[in-house]
T-cell receptor, first 111, second 113 residues
Framework: GENVEQHPSTLSVQEGDSAVIKCTYS??????FPWYKQELGKRPQLIID?????GEKKDQRIAVTLNKTAKHFSLHITETQPEDSAVYFC??????????FGAGTQVVVTP | DAGVIQSPRHEVTEMGQEVTLRCKPI?????LFWYRQTMMRGLELLIY????????DSGMPEDRFSAKMPNASFSTLKIQPSEPRDSAVYFC???????????FGEGSRLTVL
């Protein structure tokens, strides 16, 4: 089955700096790569996603890049703000529709 | 739409008791997923359904766990008998397409004493 590895497990950044989270996967047939944000005590919510025919996608301060050859994709958050503090999960959908999540990254933005 | 609705929100039970968690997906969503979240193991996929049919239950921990989807608007996850290691937050989620946004319920926090 699909194996999704996510790094780092925790990330502390100064407000205004950038944060980068990286995920690798094993199934070359995977074709959909979403990122979810989970605030403390809340449900995970989609923040951005990318499909296998696209290399990069941006939405305001967040962006995702995909390298299909190397089987990794990354989340970039620029100009971080305190409200960006949360746990971020990458996920991978294989060709059968099975969505597997990475272990999560705890992001702490300090003022 | 009210979103994915789960019940109960919190359940505290004693070891050996049966636990039933319920989920109502968003109307029109053909896929329904059950995830378990713990600090140690993160978000684990337990089982998912497509058009009410279980597609992959390889994540179900053991025979004590079972899930059903009798119709498009209702699913249950049952644990019998429950054990302390089953304590976790159980999320139900639904989506219209597997390459689209997954909508999570608020979760059911289970504590087994």
């Amino acid at each position: 089955g699909e194996n999704v590895e996510q790094h780092p497990s925790t990330l502390s950044v100064q407000e205004g700096d950038s944060a980068v989270i990286k995920c690798t996967y094993s199934d070359s047939a995977s074709n959909y790569f979403p990122w979810y944000k989970q605030e403390l005590g809340k449900r995970p919510q989609l923040i951005i996603d990318i499909r296998s025919n696209v290399g990069e996608k941006k939405d305001q301060r967040i962006a995702v890049t995909l390298n299909k050859t190397a089987k990794h994709f990354s989340l970039h958050i620029t100009e971080t703000q305190p409200e960006d503090s949360a746990v971020y999960f990458c996920a991978v959908t294989d060709s059968w529709g099975k969505l597997q999540f990475g272990a999560g990254t705890q992001v702490v933005v300090t003022p | 739409d009210a979103g994915v609705i789960q019940s109960p929100r919190h359940e505290v039970t004693e070891m050996g008791q049966e636990v039933t968690l319920r989920c109502k997906p968003i109307s029109g969503h053909d896929y329904l997923f059950w995830y378990r979240q713990t600090m140690m193991r993160g978000l684990e996929l337990l089982i998912y359904f497509n058009n009410n049919v279980p597609i992959d239950d390889s994540g179900m921990p053991e025979d004590r766990f079972s899930a059903k989807m009798p119709n498009a608007s209702f699913s249950t996850l049952k644990i019998q008998p429950s054990e302390p290691r089953d304590s976790a937050v159980y999320f139900c989620a639904s989506t219209q397409t597997v390459t689209g946004e997954l909508f999570f319920g608020e979760g059911s926090r289970l504590t087994v004493l």
